[in-house]
């Protein structure tokens, strides 16, 4: 690599619900959600991020809204690509990107094909050398496992388009699973029920905001009804309902509880005595699904082992692709070890 100064080092969580760039040097310069606007006639970007999910719900028959992202598979490459080149210019750091190293944590269930798409799109943005990783590798690393000794540990990763659960041990993955039940799911059931049980129609925003206000998997202090607003599926007028926390807390064990059962599967598959280790150490939950109310209670109670919430568990895959940038140089070190002694 024929430059003077040591590269600039960059890492992006691709999630399906937000994007986080960090640079080294400077932290987390990016953290917004996964969405990109597009005005349909001049197939225009016209916002991305935050300003795209003001527009969801709301839009018109000129504006197209696209999750570049869903269930965590990629559903538009050239959207990604889009949402990528507008944020770096948004930040006014492609100069950085030159000759950059970049580290993409990617969902475990894309393809090779999506992965190769990936590091074509990096490589189009400016970076020399991009390394793909596992989100839940990284949300392990970010959530204050030492992945690298030599002891297993079952991490449960909620993001918003899939839930992956990995046993980690010396430094990598041993097994993984992978389920579409996540944040966004539970946004859906959400939904689902205020239809069945009130026969109101209410947009995505405001289920999420139902999970986020009054969601939970326990009671907790100062519970509180919360009013919803929206539109009556047979009058087709706006109206306004309560729903209680105990009505949302039904809704979200059942989707959960199918994560419980996959940890389980996971669990069963597990070599015995990284089982033992996992007795031990038990279960990391990280993502955004760590953050509804009681569910390190739920999973203790319900699979009897130790549970607790990552270390900062919205940010835990880009802290993760922080602490990981010091194996990348290695690795980077040995490659170029490799490449000069082939060379000789």
């Not at 640079?23 to 970007?45: L, T, W």
């Not at 939950?285 to 739920?298: M, S, W």
């Amino acid at each position: 690599m024929a430059i003077n100064k040591k590269p600039t080092f960059v890492s992006m969580d691709l999630g399906t619900a937000n994007t986080l760039v960090y640079i080294a040097g400077q932290g987390v310069v990016y953290n917004e959600p996964s969405i990109v606007a597009y005005r349909i006639k001049e197939n225009r970007i016209i916002a991305v991020g935050t300003e795209a999910y003001k527009m969801i719900g709301k839009g018109n028959k000129t504006i197209r809204v696209v999750k570049p992202m869903v269930d965590g598979v990629i559903t538009d490459i050239r959207a990604t690509e889009a949402q990528l080149r507008y944020i770096f210019q948004k930040l006014r750091i492609s100069k950085q990107l030159k000759h950059s190293i970049m580290l993409l944590a990617c969902p475990s269930v894309i393809t090779e094909l999506e992965k190769t798409a990936l590091k074509k799109i990096a490589i189009n943005l400016g970076a020399d050398q991009v390394f793909v990783e596992e989100e839940v590798k990284m949300a392990a690393l970010g959530g204050g496992v030492n992945i690298y000794a030599p002891t297993g540990n079952l991490i449960v990763d909620m993001g918003g388009g899939t839930t992956d659960i990995a046993v980690l041990a010396s430094g990598d993955i041993v097994l993984s699973k992978s389920v579409k039940v996540a944040g966004n799911y539970l946004n859906d059931e959400c939904q689902k029920f205020i239809r069945s049980q009130y026969g109101l129609e209410i947009g995505s925003k405001t289920a999420e905001s139902i999970k986020v206000n009054v969601g939970s998997l326990a009671k907790y202090p100062d519970e509180r009804r919360m009013k919803v607003y929206g539109r009556d599926v047979v009058s087709g007028l706006p109206r306004e309902i309560e729903i209680t926390p105990e009505e949302v807390r039904e809704v979200l064990k059942v989707p959960v509880s199918r994560i419980i059962d996959l940890t389980v599967q996971v669990l069963e598959d597990t070599p015995p005595e990284l089982a033992g280790d996992i007795f031990r150490n038990g279960i990391t939950i990280c993502g955004g699904g760590a953050l509804i109310r009681g569910i390190d209670k739920y999973f203790a109670d319900t699979l009897q082992l130790p549970t607790k919430i990552g270390e900062q568990p919205l940010l835990a895959v880009i802290n993760g692709t922080k602490k990981f940038e010091s194996e990348i140089w290695e690795i980077i070190k040995a490659q170029r070890h490799h490449e000069d002694v082939m060379g000789r």
